[in-house]
């Protein structure tokens, strides 16, 4: 198979861990006779230090002309609590989702058998929990009316039916595929868009006669993905509530650095590690670089390449058992591997 990719390395950590990701590509491609090709382009901080612009148009053409975007993270703290400087990194990655169209952002959260131990969560607790969060990504408070000055300020959330719609049928088709198994996550006791979220939903239930739905409050899921992980198959919930739940899962897979994810909708899918750019961490050879490379395993699999897709987490999973490990998952006393190592060593594994 031809793949062409645009590649979009990002800030901090982005340009160390997708070099990584693209070197098992190139492992894969050689050992499956696949062709990928890369184009690389910039966003974020980087970009607007080239040009002024996070999202710039270039990178936008080289989006859309790709068969998909393989991105890696954007945030620099020099743009924190600075109202000078008026345009932040992240407003390129909203551009970014917003201009392809990616409605429907894909989060798998599952546990590593060797990990277990590393979660601050009980292991019986956690033991087996595999459910997928389906983040709606180009709407609510990220994108509607903003206001602020120095007494004021005001972020709406705003979803149209038709918004509710089509990221409600991704999950309700994805219980369908899995096990049956729909929990719709809002604050339908406070907020009017939760109302309207719940009110779809229920008229869609009738469509979807297998699969089991439930509705509950975000402050209970927030708890309850912890104290009750297995209890999950499919959540489906809003942007805002998506961004935060899904980072709070990362107590369950073990580390922020284990989590890759997914991003459908009109235009060129995309996919990204849940985590940030991690700008501490630049340059230090220290970040985790498998949430990039399982991004990229998900990205085969979206283009049906499932054995590819499969030994690249075979890789993910032997690295770990092996204890090839960065830092933040590291066993007591053991070796030190980089971001450049713990890439060689999957390569290795890939080639041979
Ligand atoms: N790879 C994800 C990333 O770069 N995250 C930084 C960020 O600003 N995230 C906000 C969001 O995902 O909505």
């Given at each position: 198979?031809?793949?062409?990719?645009?590649?979009?390395?990002?800030?901090?950590?982005?340009?160390?861990?997708?070099?990584?990701?693209?070197?098992?590509?190139?492992?894969?491609?050689?050992?499956?006779?696949?062709?990928?090709?890369?184009?690389?382009?910039?966003?974020?901080?980087?970009?607007?230090?080239?040009?002024?612009?996070?999202?710039?148009?270039?990178?936008?053409?080289?989006?859309?002309?790709?068969?998909?975007?393989?991105?890696?993270?954007?945030?620099?703290?020099?743009?924190?609590?600075?109202p000078t400087l008026k345009v932040r990194p992240e407003t390129g990655?909203?551009?970014?989702?917003?201009?392809l169209g990616l409605f429907a952002n894909v989060r798998p959260v599952a546990t590593f058998n060797c990990l277990l131990h590393k979660s601050p969560l009980k292991e019986e607790l956690i033991k087996g929990a595999d459910f997928v969060v389906i983040r709606e990504l180009t709407g609510g408070m990220y994108f509607g009316e903003k206001y602020q000055d120095d007494e004021k300020a005001y972020d709406t959330d705003i979803?149209?039916?038709?918004?509710?719609?089509?990221?409600?049928?991704?999950?309700?088709?994805?219980?369908?595929?899995?096990?049956?198994?729909?929990?719709?996550?809002d604050k339908a006791n406070v907020l009017a868009s939760s109302r309207l979220w719940r009110q779809v939903a229920k008229e869609m239930e009738p469509k979807y006669p297998d699969v089991n739905v439930d509705y509950m409050f975000i402050d209970n899921c927030s708890m309850r993905v912890l104290t009750?992980?297995?209890?999950?198959?499919?959540?489906?919930t809003e942007n805002t509530f998506g961004d935060i739940l899904t980072d709070e899962t990362s107590a369950i897979?073990?580390?922020?650095?284990?989590q890759p994810s997914a991003s459908l909708g009109e235009h060129t899918p995309l996919f990204e590690p849940v985590h940030g750019s991690w700008p501490q961490a630049a340059g230090k050879n220290l970040a985790n670089p498998l949430a990039q490379i399982l991004s990229a395993a998900m990205m085969l699999e979206h283009f049906g390449l499932n054995k590819e897709g499969a030994l690249i987490r075979e890789a993910c999973d032997q690295s770990l058992e092996q204890n090839v490990r960065t830092p933040e998952i590291q066993v007591e006393g053991g070796k030190h591997y980089g971001t450049k190592e713990v890439g060689e060593w999957i390569v290795n594994y890939i080639e041979n």
């Open positions: 198979m031809k793949l062409n990719i645009a590649v979009l390395p990002g800030d901090g950590i982005g340009p160390e861990i997708m070099p990584q990701a693209l070197h098992v590509l190139d492992a894969v491609a050689k050992k499956f006779n696949h062709e990928f090709t890369y184009h690389e382009a910039i966003c974020g901080a980087h970009a607007i230090d080239a040009v002024g612009d996070p999202f710039p148009d270039e990178t936008f053409k080289t989006c859309m002309d790709a068969d998909a975007v393989l991105f890696a993270a954007v945030g620099d703290p020099r743009f924190d609590n600075n990655l909203l551009a970014m989702r917003k201009k979803y149209h039916r038709s918004e509710i719609e089509r990221i409600l049928k991704v999950a309700f088709e994805f219980a369908e595929r899995r096990n049956h198994h729909l929990t719709v996550v009750e992980p297995r209890f999950f198959d499919v959540i489906v897979t073990g580390s922020m650095g284990l």
